[in-house]
């Protein structure tokens, strides 16, 4: 595979309250740059997914960075032989990723993270370092559990991840008396679950900081099964980051 694309991916949680000004901005530069991906604005933050040439995407970056409410995102990437999208979406949203819960703020309460070295020692050994049992809880949808799941993960075969509160709610009990690690692929839908377990009185609980991405980039995939389901052509990733149908075009016949 000739690598000739950058892929970009991340999340922040920060007050804007510019939304129409930044979204043209971000979109003028996107442009001129030639990237394709989706960014989404929200007052409550930034999600962005992205691609293209290596330059251009590092320069759009850099460019981003001169907004100090922006600077320094922990982004996710990797290289593909081809830009994994179609078109530049920018756009303004109620919330960059939806759950229907106003109380719920991670820009102004971050939800308590685990890297993912410790969390692979964790798993290693069963249990967290106060002795605790682990419950690994996948906050994604089900089509994409199916892809890859961590071993022996709770799966509660969400719909969307808006479904969330409503099956908290109903099987809050199996949380109990464990440390429970709520994760998603990079990031954004675990941090607000992790939030909304901890508003419901649910202990011990963390985000896996950059989610699955960041675990395969940093752990290489132990205690994972199966690939990683993302939304762009690419489709999965395996523990390499590297997407499935590349790998599978590039198998002789």
């Not at 675990?215 to 980051?241: M, Q, S, W």
Request: aromatic share 6%; with cysteine; net charge positive.
């Amino acid at each position: 595979m000739l690598a000739t694309t950058l892929n970009i991916a991340g999340y922040r949680f920060v007050h804007l309250d510019d939304l129409a000004a930044l979204r043209a901005r971000l979109f003028e530069r996107a442009c001129a740059h030639r990237l394709l991906g989706t960014v989404l604005l929200a007052e409550e933050g930034i999600n962005l997914c992205l691609a293209g040439a290596p330059a251009a995407a590092r320069g759009w970056l850099a460019e981003l960075e001169c907004d100090p409410r922006l600077a320094g995102l922990d982004l996710k990437s990797s290289l593909s032989d081809k830009v994994p999208f179609k078109r530049l979406v920018v756009k303004v949203k109620r919330e960059i990723i939806r759950m229907n819960q106003p109380s719920i703020r991670p820009q102004t309460a971050r939800a308590p993270a685990v890297i993912a070295t410790t969390l692979a020692r964790w798993l290693d050994a069963g249990a967290d370092d106060a002795g605790r049992p682990l419950l690994m809880l996948d906050t994604r949808n089900a089509f994409e559990v199916d892809a890859g799941r961590f071993q022996g993960a709770a799966d509660w075969r969400l719909a969307k991840f808006s479904d969330f509160p409503q099956a908290l709610a109903s099987r809050r009990v199996e949380l109990v008396g464990k440390t429970v690690v709520s994760y998603c692929t990079g990031g954004i839908r675990c941090e607000k679950a992790a939030l909304l377990m901890v508003q419901a009185g649910v202990a011990n609980v963390w985000q896996l900081e950059g989610g699955i991405l960041r675990y395969l980039e940093t752990t290489g995939g132990a205690h994972f099964d199966g690939n990683c389901f993302v939304f762009d052509k690419r489709e999965t990733l395996d523990a390499t980051l590297t997407s499935t149908q590349s790998a599978q075009a590039s198998q002789p016949r």
